[in-house]
Every structure is written in structure tokens, then in C-alpha cells.
């Protein structure tokens, strides 16, 4: 058998010849009491299994109750009523409960868990169990188990923005959150995120703005730490064009919130389409999550509902709320619960007989075709080829402001314009795919003014007859192929990043002048746009608000990106030296550039003048 | 988070030669030290504290060259901040409960004789990364072990295990490490912010078991619920929530808009005291009746040496 402990954020093992006599046996022990795990307690304990929650912190519900996130006016939905309903429900149906309480070490016996040391306040107990669930957030149980788990971005770690909230009491008598947030490392040491944990809590400071102060949560509300390799993975691309899982756990409609806008450059290959190029965020898409998601891929006996789920970054960027963390906990209890009432491994669990327990919860609803405005609900269908000229004749101007604009007409129709082109690329026969260049084409040259938006739904097709025109914007942007419009990501933007997928030798240069200068000249006159009047909400904090920062990050490092993937179809020694010197000069022309140059650094680290990025970006 | 180098001492020497073989370094270590069994020795200081009190955060931000504050959860100075009471707001003496004070009086946070208690965690926040105290959260004490003339204190924080060496250590937590105070807790409270419009004043809702406490804020009221010295946080909510309701039900004007997120303690008397290891000191910080008493009596402790 062996005793596996965490030490310096990775799991170190020795042989013992058994586990300590253990304090108590369960049928399921739950490891973080968070929106996932809190449910997962519940529905097995009201089931009738024996059942131990442990977490860190004196209460359960993670983000829905110590994180504070969203408000209701009173109790019993408001912060304390949401604690109340889960204490009383596990003390009704007879979970047990250990808070403050950390994992010190698992024990493994071949590749099923059978127990674990846990601690509070100087105190170790040996627990054993048939079953467990990790929903820690940080994989702490996955990892002891021996599972693979990923942390945060592919080309640099980096994890989506976590906060720390106060709940607050508005004048007006509503409860709700503020937040101070930022971005993590993941894993490091304690040092690290004490360090980190503090900056945020004194940031909140700022925040409270007069108001009353409900609770200083003492939480830190994350959005990602580690994703546990599992039985099957779904992909943003799988969830978009591949067929759906026809056996869910759980289904839900997910919007895209990342929540860097301005760093959206070193995200993956769909992503950038869905963010960037299309600018889906008013839209939500469906998301069929398969029960294998949620099983740990190498362990037995060990489910992972939660952040932990078999879902890649980019689902995760929607599919980590509150609700959806809510049904994976519920799906995997349900799991346990038929694999130990009918004496099954978790892989054997017959999904008749699962759903039978997750309809019961309501958890996988039939999911409409395809898109639904995000706020408005309003389901959208596929363009037709002139819907799609149709749209895109047009100055693209009011797309910041759907975000927050919750009335029924809020989806841009050329958001979804250019969704429809990369649908038919993905997915559309060669036909239609044909017919629709052809129209592109006709309409980039037949229409001046719109002719950068024509340009971007061939390069999102990939489709290299956009080149000439997204070249002349990168070498004169504002021109009168890029007459200036509000937008998060205007034309300019784009265009940068479509030349590093389709482009020729001759984008290199306009592309590394774009770097050498910091993007300063390249988006000098994109401060005069003003998408909306964020006056309006306070609160809110917008990157690229007459931030000059925000509009050179994502330029710089748009252009980047785009030269990875240029000087791999186009190698060129001179220039990747030039990028290398840039990227080790020590010097930033504008905040958080050093950001971008470290990415830089690993992605042009090749002694041959070739990039060697991951391709991901 | 500071960086700082030590004065070599040999307690520590001691402790390492048991605990690990590393050199004396800053007291975050960029590369950390490791002991024999692979644990990292993260930290090396004259008093580790355990609990961010405000005893605690009151020597550590006076010294924070020679200090370690560990505190299991995220927050700081929990008995006030986090318990909501006591809020009563005295005058301050030292140099630390000086620099609180006036923070709490910027931040918009005092009135009535009282400060608004939840973001007071947040202003010992501020104060700590000014000072540049060293303070490790989410550190939950695993192990503390005397090592030549010193301790070796084993913690599992979310990176899980490593140590931190010191001179001695001063245990300021509620019920002490390995609960061994917990006999003497007289009683426990819980409480929680009230919110809305009450048609009458709050104080008729009193009873042994239950009061209504006034706070910093116009319109400020806590719900504070007596509790048996063997509660513990599943049963105080539970208390918490009947107490409420049974109010709500005379009036529904007013409801529960948050909870204390620390217990509150009273003891049966003031100490300080061995603890459960010889040459641990137990000094609990929630025995003060008021945070600027307690930051004070924390900056001198270090002196009192």
C-alpha cells in the first residue's frame, strides 16, 4: 500500500505495509464542500449512503455562499439563507461534516483510493471509504490518487482571474457582491499565495465605495486551478461542431467569460475565433457533458465534478457558474450512488439507470439547436449565405455594448455572420463552402467601406484571397480600408491575427514593426472609440476603456502569435533573432508587456531562427 | 511578500541539524530548503505565531524581521473582524493599534463609539503588505516539534507540507493547538448583520440566548446568538437560523444579510499559559474585549521577552 503526501505541490509516496486503524468508514467521502461538492454530499446522503464532507474552510458552497457571488434581496436566497438551506439539508439526511479540516496524506492500495489522513487544528484521523469525490478546485485528492491534472493556459500556466469579494449592502437595500480580482500563477508555493491572497484582500478595500459590508469573504472565489485528465475530454470544438454526447449527465447553455479581455491572444485556436474574430460573448451555446467526463482517467473508485471535469479551458470559461458546478456535483453523486447500490465500479454504471437519478434533479434537459442570446434568450439559427453579406454590410460599432444591453434585439447579426462563415468552414459542404467565398469575394471588392468585414469572414474560413486586403490595413491602419468604428476588437486587431493564419512572407514586416514599437502607432487612433458609456456601470472595469494599455496588449501580442505561426510556413532567421532580442531586452513600453515577452521567449526559443510554439495559440 | 536575511542563531542551527541540513537565508527562500524527508523549510524566525490574531498581527507588524504569522483560514484578526463582535472602539496606545485606528478612520469604518468589523481584515491587509510582515494563510498546523533549543512547526497549506524553524512559538488561536484549551471556554457566540427596515428598536428581540448589537454604520444592527463552549460551526448556523426565524416571525421588516465568519469566544478568564508542548505559550487572542487593546498588548509582547 502506499501512503501518498503533498509536498512542495507535488505528491511523494512511500510503501506501508497498511493504513492506520481508521477513525470511521464511509461509503463516500466528498473533498471540497464547494457549489460541486456541497451538492454531491447532499443528493448521496439523501440517498441514504454514509457520507463524509471535508473541507477546508467552516462552511460549504464555495463561491454560491462564501464567495458571495450574485445577490438576492432577502433571506432565504441571500448569502446566509443559501448556507442555511445546505447545512440544514446535510444535517437532515445525516452527512457528517469535517470543516477546517485539510487532506495530509491518501492512501492507495494498486489504483483505487481506500483512504485518507485528514487534519484539523493539529489533529489527524484516518478515514476509509468505497468512494470519493475530488471537488477541491485544486485536484488535491486527484493528484494524491496518482491522476494526471492539467493547470491553467498551454503556452504559459496562466489561469483565469480569481477575486475576493466583500457582500455588500447598496443603498438601495439590495445585497450583492463587489470584487477585487486578478490573475494567478498555479500551485506555488504558500509564501506565494499568502502574498497574493492579502494584495486581493487589501485591493477589495477599494471597492467598498461607502457600502455596508455584509461579509469579507473569507474565500477566494477561482474560476480555474486544475483540470483532471479523465476518461473522455470535451472540447470547445466538439461542444461547437461535433456531434452531441446522446447520453449527458448533465446539459447546459454556456456563454464564453474568460474575463481578460486584452490577453485573449495566447488562447487556443477556437477560442480566438469565438472571442476575437466572431465576438460571441452576447451568445451561449450548448454543452452536452458525457458521465466519462467526470470519471478520473487511472483511479477506480475517485469522480471529478467541479473545475476538476473532463471539459478543456475554453469550455470551462463558461461551464465553471455556480448552476453547472452545481449539476456535476449532483451527476457524480448520482453516479455513486447506483455504482454502490448495485455493487459496480464507477465505469459500470449503466446509464439507463443513472438517469433515472439525474432526471430527478432535472439535470439533462434536451438541449435546442444552436445558439441563444445570452442575456436575452433569443435563439438564433444558421445564416444563409446572404444573410451573411447582409450583415456584414455594415459599420461594426455597438459590440461592447450588447454585453450589457439586455433588451430582445441585442445579438449583432455580425457576430453571427461571421460565426456562420466558421461554421461552414467547419462543417458545410465544399459546395457551400464554395458558393460562400465566391459571394465574400464579390462583396469584399463590390464594397469598399465594408471590405476589412468581408476580408475577416474569408480569413475566419481561411481562405487566403483576404490577404491583399488584410494587408493593406496592417500597413495602413485607419485607412479607408479600416474606417473607424467603435469596437472591443476592431478590424485592425483582427486583421493581425488572420495574416499569422493565412498570410504571406510580406506580413512579417508590418507585423514586426507592430512588436518593435509597442503597437503605439498601431492603435494611437483606436483611443477615440468609445464603445459605451461605462459611466453608466459602475463597476466595471473595461481593458481597453481609453486604456491605451489594454488596445497595445492585445496588439503586441496578437502580432506575436501571428509570427510564430508566419515564420513556421515562412522561416525567416533574421527576424526570429529580432523577436528573441526583443523578447530578452528587459524593457516594457507599456504595463504588463513583460507578460507577452515571456511568452515570447518559450515560443521563439529556437536556435535555428524557427519558431517553436505549441501551435495551440 | 518581503524578502529578508536572518542573523544566523543557534536555535536554529539546533533545529536544523535535527529537522534539516540548510543554510540560514531570507525567510522566503527562493529555492526552498529541504529537510531529509523532502519537506521544504520555508521560513526561519524568532516567534512563529500561530493564529492571525490581532495579539499576533500586533508583534508581527512592530517586528516583522523576526516573525511568522500562521493562520488557517484567509483571514486576518478574525476574532474581530470575522466574529463582528466585539466592535467597541477604544482609544489607541501603540504605534500599531495607532496606525489601525487611524486606517479605520479613513476607510469610513468608525462611528458610534464602534467600527464596522468585516473589512477590518482587509485594513490589516494593507498593513501587512506595508510593513512587509511575513504571514503565511490557509496554513493549517500539522506538527510543531522542539528541535535543539527551538521548534520546527510543520504546516499543510495548499501546496501541502513544509516547516518553518523558530525560537519559540506563541500559540494565539481560540482554542489552542490540538484544542488543547478548549476546557477553558466559557461560551461561544455567533452573529450576523441585519438588514432592512425594523418597524421598532431590535432590543425587544433580546433574551438569554440572543441580543441585538448596534454598530459602526447608521442602521447597523448584529444578531448575536449564545452558544454552548462545545459548539461547533455546523450547530452554531443552525442556532444561528432558529434564532432568526423565530425573530422573523414577529416581524418580517428586517432579515439576516451575512454571517460572522469566525466564532466568537468568551473565556472563563483571562491567561496565558502553557500549552501542549513545553515552552509553547498559549495566549489566545480573542480574551480582549477590544481590537486596539490587543494590538497593543501584541507590539509589547516581543519587548516583554
Not at chain 1, 476592431?490 to 503597437?519: Q, T
Not at chain 2, 496606525?99 to 468589523?117: F, T, W
Request: hydrophobic share 45%; proline share 6%; with cysteine.
Amino acid at each position: 500500500m502506499l501512503e501518498v503526501k503533498m509536498i512542495a505541490g507535488k505528491p511523494v509516496t512511500r510503501t506501508v505495509a497498511a493504513m492506520p486503524t481508521p477513525a470511521g468508514h464511509y461509503d463516500l467521502i466528498v473533498v471540497g464542500l464547494g457549489s460541486a461538492g456541497a451538492e454531491a454530499l447532499i443528493v448521496a446522503a439523501e440517498a441514504g449512503l454514509k457520507v463524509l464532507g471535508v473541507d477546508v474552510r467552516a462552511a460549504m458552497g464555495g463561491n454560491w455562499t462564501l464567495g458571495a457571488i450574485n445577490g438576492a434581496p432577502k433571506w432565504p436566497g441571500n448569502v446566509p439563507g443559501r448556507l442555511a438551506s445546505l447545512e440544514r439539508a446535510a444535517h437532515k439526511h445525516g452527512a457528517e461534516l469535517a470543516y477546517e479540516t485539510s487532506v495530509a496524506a491518501a492512501y492507495r492500495d494498486g489504483q483505487r483510493i481506500v483512504g485518507l489522513k485528514i487534519l484539523r487544528n493539529g489533529i489527524f484521523r484516518d478515514v476509509t471509504a468505497n468512494m470519493f469525490i475530488d471537488a477541491t478546485g485544486n485536484a488535491t485528492l486527484a493528484l494524491l490518487a496518482g491522476a494526471k491534472v492539467r493547470f491553467g493556459r498551454a503556452v504559459d500556466g496562466a489561469q483565469f482571474t480569481v477575486s475576493r469579494t466583500y457582500y455588500v449592502e447598496h443603498a438601495d437595500g439590495r445585497m450583492g457582491p463587489v470584487y477585487s480580482g486578478k490573475c494567478r500563477s498555479p500551485n506555488v508555493p504558500v509564501a506565494e499565495q499568502s502574498a497574493f491572497a492579502t494584495e486581493l484582500a487589501a485591493g477589495r478595500l477599494g471597492f467598498r465605495n461607502k457600502r455596508r459590508v455584509l461579509m469579507a469573504c473569507p474565500y477566494i472565489g477561482a474560476r480555474e486551478e486544475a483540470g483532471v485528465e479523465t476518461d473522455v475530454v470535451l472540447s470547445f470544438r466538439e461542444c461547437l461542431f461535433g456531434p452531441r454526447c446522446e447520453k449527458p449527465v448533465f446539459t447546459a447553455w454556456v456563454p464564453y467569460d474568460i474575463h481578460r479581455i486584452s490577453d485573449r491572444a495566447f488562447e487556443t485556436e477556437p477560442s480566438v475565433n469565438w472571442e476575437i474574430l466572431c465576438r460571441m460573448s452576447p451568445f451561449a451555446y450548448p454543452v452536452s457533458v458525457p458521465y466519462e467526463a467526470l470519471i478520473a482517467k487511472g483511479v477506480e473508485n475517485l469522480l471529478v465534478p467541479s473545475r476538476h471535469m473532463g471539459i478543456d479551458r475554453d469550455v470551462l470559461a463558461g461551464l465553471r457558474m455556480v448552476a453547472e458546478m452545481q449539476m456535476s456535483g449532483k451527476a457524480a453523486a448520482a453516479a455513486v450512488v447506483v455504482a454502490l447500490k448495485s455493487g459496480i465500479s464507477v465505469r459500470e454504471v449503466p446509464y439507463g439507470e443513472l438517469r433515472k437519478h439525474l432526471d430527478r434533479y432535472n439535470l439533462a434537459r434536451p438541449l435546442r439547436q444552436p445558439h441563444v442570446g445570452f442575456y436575452s434568450k433569443n435563439e438564433i439559427a444558421p445564416f444563409t449565405d446572404d444573410q451573411i453579406i447582409q450583415a456584414l454590410k455594415r459599420d461594426i460599432g455597438n459590440a461592447v455594448s450588447w454585453v450589457f444591453h439586455r433588451t430582445p434585439d441585442d445579438e449583432d447579426r455580425s457576430s453571427y455572420a461571421y460565426y456562420s462563415c466558421w461554421d461552414v468552414a467547419e462543417r458545410g459542404s465544399q459546395e457551400r463552402n464554395s458558393a460562400l467565398r465566391s459571394k465574400l469575394v464579390q462583396a469584399m471588392h463590390a464594397e469598399k467601406r465594408y471590405s476589412a468585414n468581408y476580408a475577416t469572414a474569408l480569413g475566419i474560413m481561411g481562405d487566403p484571397q483576404a490577404v491583399d486586403i488584410l494587408l493593406e490595413i496592417v500597413r495602413n491602419p485607419g485607412g479607408e480600408r479600416d474606417p473607424l468604428v467603435d469596437y472591443v476588437y476592431p478590424n485592425r486587431l483582427k486583421a493581425i491575427c488572420l495574416l499569422g493564419r493565412i498570410g504571406s512572407a510580406e506580413a512579417v514586416k508590418p507585423l514586426v514593426d507592430i512588436v518593435a514599437d509597442g503597437g503605439e502607432q498601431y492603435t494611437a487612433t483606436l483611443l477615440k472609440a468609445k464603445a459605451c458609456d461605462y459611466s453608466k456601470y459602475p463597476g466595471w472595469v473595461y481593458p481597453f476603456d481609453g486604456r491605451a494599455a489594454g488596445y497595445r496588449f492585445a496588439a503586441v501580442s496578437l502580432a506575436v502569435v501571428a509570427l510564430d505561426l508566419l515564420l513556421k510556413r515562412h522561416p525567416d532567421p533574421g527576424t526570429a533573432t529580432r523577436i528573441r532580442e526583443w523578447a530578452h531586452d528587459g524593457k516594457t513600453a507599456f504595463p504588463d508587456e513583460a507578460q507577452i515577452k515571456a511568452i515570447a521567449q518559450r515560443l521563439f526559443h529556437g536556435a535555428e531562427g524557427r519558431s517553436n510554439g505549441n501551435g495551440k495559440v | 511578500m518581503s524578502v529578508m536575511t536572518l542573523r544566523r542563531r543557534t536555535f536554529i542551527a539546533s533545529a536544523a541539524a535535527s529537522a534539516a541540513s540548510f543554510r540560514i537565508g531570507p525567510i522566503w527562500a527562493q529555492t526552498p530548503k529541504r529537510s531529509p524527508s523532502g519537506v521544504p523549510v520555508v521560513a526561519e524566525c524568532e516567534t512563529v505565531f500561530l493564529g492571525a490574531s490581532a495579539y499576533a498581527l500586533g508583534a508581527a507588524l512592530k517586528n516583522p524581521a523576526k516573525t511568522v504569522v500562521l493562520e488557517q483560514s484567509l483571514m486576518l484578526v478574525p476574532e474581530f473582524s470575522g466574529a463582528l463582535l466585539p466592535n467597541v472602539l477604544t482609544a489607541a496606545e501603540g504605534e500599531i493599534a495607532t496606525l489601525v485606528r487611524e486606517r479605520i478612520e479613513k476607510e469610513g469604518l468608525s462611528g458610534n463609539g464602534r467600527y464596522h468589523a468585516p473589512p477590518v481584515s482587509d485594513v490589516m491587509s494593507a498593513l501587512v503588505m506595508h510593513r512587509k510582515a511575513n504571514l503565511f494563510l490557509n496554513a493549517n498546523v500539522a506538527d510543531i516539534r522542539r528541535a535543539g533549543r527551538g521548534f520546527v512547526v510543520e504546516i499543510i497549506g495548499p501546496d501541502g507540507y513544509s516547516t518553518i524553524a523558530a525560537e519559540r512559538v506563541i500559540d494565539t488561536m481560540p482554542t489552542a493547538w490540538r484544542d488543547a484549551g478548549a476546557k477553558a471556554i466559557k461560551e461561544k457566540f455567533f452573529a450576523a448583520p441585519l438588514v432592512g427596515k425594523p418597524k421598532g428598536d431590535l432590543g425587544r428581540f433580546a433574551t438569554d440566548k440572543r441580543e441585538v448589537v448596534p454598530g459602526a454604520l447608521p442602521g447597523e444592527n448584529i444578531l448575536k446568538v449564545r452558544l454552548a463552549a462545545d459548539t461547533d460551526w455546523h450547530n452554531a448556523r443552525l442556532a444561528l437560523y432558529d434564532a432568526f426565524e423565530k425573530m422573523v416571525a414577529e416581524d418580517d421588516t428586517f432579515s439576516i444579510g451575512g454571517e460572522a465568519t469566525a466564532l466568537g469566544y468568551l473565556y472563563r478568564e483571562a491567561r496565558t499559559q502553557a500549552a501542549h508542548l513545553p515552552g509553547v505559550v498559549w495566549h489566545p487572542g480573542a480574551q480582549y474585549p477590544d481590537l486596539m487593546n490587543a494590538l497593543t498588548a501584541g507590539e509589547l509582547c516581543l519587548k516583554s521577552k
